[in-house]
């Protein structure tokens, strides 16, 4: 890349972004000139040659970018914290939670082709964005309305959550396809140039949002506290006041935008042609003249250029199978990896941030470095080695979940429980359990307890018969287990032996993010303990009281064993730990995070540019909505192997890592089988809008050429640099 165009870039990209805070009269005028006596006048004024610091930049990408600032904060902002609502508030378990919240972001990415639809065949881009950003509104009140406990029982909690997730669905990917396009059309035609950094912009714009949304957003949650607990509803109800603000602003704008009619959908002739081809196909005999392509069953209908066009447009969405495997992993950094970070002793979201970085590093100095070491690194190359980052990323995600799991106690399956014994005897005991060799070694007295351990029941509960021995004399403890329950059995002293004692945890003490309390009463009164804001009511004669949590950033808890000694006035307190704390900083988390915004910038940044330039200009939007699908078929991976794999977390991670590397050779195998077009050379060559199959074949020969003699830096330059738009 040119070092001095990216200099010259980034100062008008700063002049941009200095006059984007336009006089509120102006933006109030705008906005009501629809309604005003003026309103003629007053548009002929503002569509009047108004440029931005003297530049060619249109004034109404203002408020564009503006706008696409707030609904990517609106976005971002929810998913930051979606993954916890539904396990903390809807109480729902991890794989659950991570099967929805992928079920949402493919959803997500399955609309964009109706919003395109919409656009192009009924409404037009503006109003489009208009009555779907209404729908994105009230899909986030819906949400934050769901997350008021007041506001029902969990059904309703639940009912009201599912709306609004599909109604924010519906409107984010009703837009997405629009926005940038609409951005693009404010450019008169010469001004090309500017409309490639125009999108810079706007991508700068999408991340710029989403830094700030994963920051604030999670503060608006944890330490903001409403209705007895983490205030969801304020997390979710800024996000649906950013996207006001951004439908607000968009409108504002209204007067100054060029906005081109419906023109109907090339999407649809697509598809009518392919389907009249196959339908052809399918009732040809075998006398019929043979065709060279199936797509050529088409030509009674269909004009040449266009059957021609959509073999293009085949050619890359063929090369388009295998990428779902990336997004699969990528968009799990919003819930497989935000849980491994909530079980670590401190949480971030480092890929907004990183991608505002490594673009402009990539763009002008790894890219650069590599043109000069003569490395012919084309498109499709950049994306393989995407790939490979990727999963490198995943194989660090691999290892950080085998360290963070070592102190995580994770809950009994069925046809198990969980049970930790507790040794407040004088002496050491040994606990035999018929079946099994579990607690081989002797328990020693008042100190921390063995890990918990899964007991097999083999059905919903179960009576066992346990041998406690004490200086060699056995004792009898006769308990009843029930399936996925966790459990505390505490042996004492008695004046006649030994004495067991069973507790039943609660799910509460397991949670996530929290350092969870009890004590133990060994004297004959019942006391009352206050432990800062935190009252314990514990019952006399080795009574236990409940659990109680402390919200900390580390994932610890602790058995808090209280012991009194029946000298009046003497009380002597004793501390056990029988889950130890998570100790694993979050920094180890940060080479994940570069590896795959690396990826992402190889990949994502790098398909996009390469479908734009290998798609026919009316075809376009064809390849963007086939872009987006994989994204949505990447998340639905997610949510097959989330919900059917049954693995544990670290060995799903290096499924992932594993499954994309066995991807990355078969898209190589294809990439290196595919022949780069030039789509501009169709006007030149055929005039007329039409193309035999020998001008097929000279095409792909002449832009084989220019690849062979054309440095790839120069062959492609930046067109759009976004990954969710």
């Not at 609502?85 to 729902?92: K, S």
């Not at 269909?302 to 990336?326: A, D, G, Q």
């Not at 799990?332 to 979201?349: D, H, I, K, P, V």
């Not at 199959?693 to 492609?716: A, F, G, P």
């Amino acid at each position: 890349m040119d070092i001095g165009y990216s200099s010259k870039l980034c100062i008008q990209s700063l002049c941009t972004l200095s006059l984007f805070s336009l006089p509120l009269s102006l933006s109030l005028s705008t906005f009501l000139s629809p309604f005003s006596p003026l309103s003629g006048s007053l548009s002929l004024f503002l569509l009047s040659p108004q440029k931005l610091c003297g530049t060619n930049y249109p004034v109404s990408i203002s408020f564009i970018v503006v706008n696409e600032f707030c609904e990517r904060f609106s976005y971002y902002g929810m998913k930051a914290v979606l993954t916890l609502y539904f396990i903390n508030y809807l109480h729902w378990d991890q794989n659950l939670s991570t099967a929805v919240y992928h079920a949402f972001s493919s959803l997500c990415y399955f609309t964009p082709v109706l919003g395109a639809l919409i656009a192009d065949s009924w409404l037009g881009k503006f109003k489009t964005i208009v009555y779907l950003s209404v729908v994105y509104v009230l899909g986030h009140i819906v949400k934050s309305v769901g997350a008021i406990p007041s506001v029902g029982d969990s059904t309703i909690h639940i009912v009201l959550s599912m709306v609004g997730l599909i109604l924010i669905a519906f409107g984010t990917g009703g837009i997405k396809p629009c926005v940038a396009a609409f951005g693009g059309d404010q450019f008169d035609e010469e001004h090309t140039n500017e409309r490639r950094k125009f999108f810079s912009i706007f991508y700068m714009s999408i991340n710029g949002g989403s830094v700030l949304s994963t920051l604030i957003t999670p503060i608006l949650r944890g330490d903001v506290q409403c209705f007895g607990g983490d205030c969801y509803a304020l997390a979710f109800g800024v996000p649906a006041i950013l996207m006001v603000i951004a439908l607000v602003v968009f409108i504002s704008g209204s007067g100054m935008y060029k906005k081109s009619p419906p023109e109907g959908n090339v999407l649809l002739d697509v598809c009518k042609c392919m389907g009249l081809a196959i339908k052809n196909r399918w009732k040809s005999s075998k006398y019929d003249p043979k065709k060279k392509h199936w797509l050529d069953w088409a030509e009674e209908k269909y004009p040449r250029r266009l059957i021609h066009e959509i073999k293009m447009v085949l050619r890359v969405l063929v090369l388009y199978i295998p990428l779902p495997m990336f997004w699969a992993l990528f968009d799990q950094q919003g819930s497989r990896w935000t849980l491994q970070a909530t079980r670590m002793n401190m949480a971030f979201m480092l890929n907004a941030l990183l991608i505002l970085v490594f673009v402009p590093i990539f763009d002008m100095v790894v890219y650069p470095l590599i043109g000069l070491c003569r490395i012919n690194l084309t498109p499709l190359k950049k994306m393989a080695v995407g790939m490979v980052f990727a999963a490198l990323a995943f194989g660090s995600a691999t290892l950080v979940e085998v360290n963070v799991t070592k102190t995580v106690v994770e809950p009994a399956p069925q046809g198990q429980c969980l049970l930790q014994v507790y040794n407040l005897a004088v002496s050491d005991v040994k606990l035999n359990i018929p079946g099994s060799n579990l607690f081989s070694q002797p328990i020693k007295s008042y100190e921390d307890p063995p890990a918990y351990q899964h007991i097999q029941l083999g059905g919903h509960n179960k009576t066992i018969n346990m041998a406690v021995t004490q200086n060699e004399i056995p004792y009898q403890c006769v308990q009843t287990f029930t399936e996925q329950k966790a459990y505390t059995l505490v042996l004492h002293s008695n004046g006649s032996g030994i004495v067991c004692q069973l507790k039943c945890i609660g799910a509460e003490a397991f949670n996530m993010y929290t350092v969870s309390n009890r004590f133990i009463n060994t004297r004959s009164e019942a006391v009352n303990i206050t432990v800062g804001a935190v009252d314990f009511y514990v019952p006399a004669d080795y009574g236990i009281s409940p659990h109680n949590t402390f919200s900390v950033p580390a994932l610890a808890y602790s058995i808090n064993l209280l012991y009194f000694l029946q000298d009046p006035g003497q009380i002597i307190l004793h501390k056990m730990e029988d889950v130890k704390a998570n100790n694993v900083h979050i920094a180890w988390q940060i080479p994940q995070y570069v590896l795959i915004t690396a990826g992402e910038v190889m990949f994502s940044i790098t398909g996009l540019e390469f479908s734009y330039s290998q798609a026919p200009a009316n075809m376009k939007s064809v390849l963007q909505a086939g872009w987006l699908l994989t994204v949505a078929f990447g998340n639905v991976i997610v949510l097959i192997v989330a919900e059917g794999a049954g693995l544990d977390q670290w060995m799903e991670f290096l499924l992932f890592a594993g499954l994309l590397v066995a991807v990355c050779i078969i898209f190589s195998i294809m990439a290196y089988f595919y022949t780069y077009v030039d789509p501009d050379e169709l006007d030149k060559l055929f005039p007329d809008k039409t193309v035999n199959d020998d001008d097929e074949d000279n095409l792909k020969k002449n832009q084989k050429y220019h690849m062979d003699q054309t440095d790839d830096s120069m062959y492609l330059n930046q067109i759009v640099k976004s990954t969710n738009m």
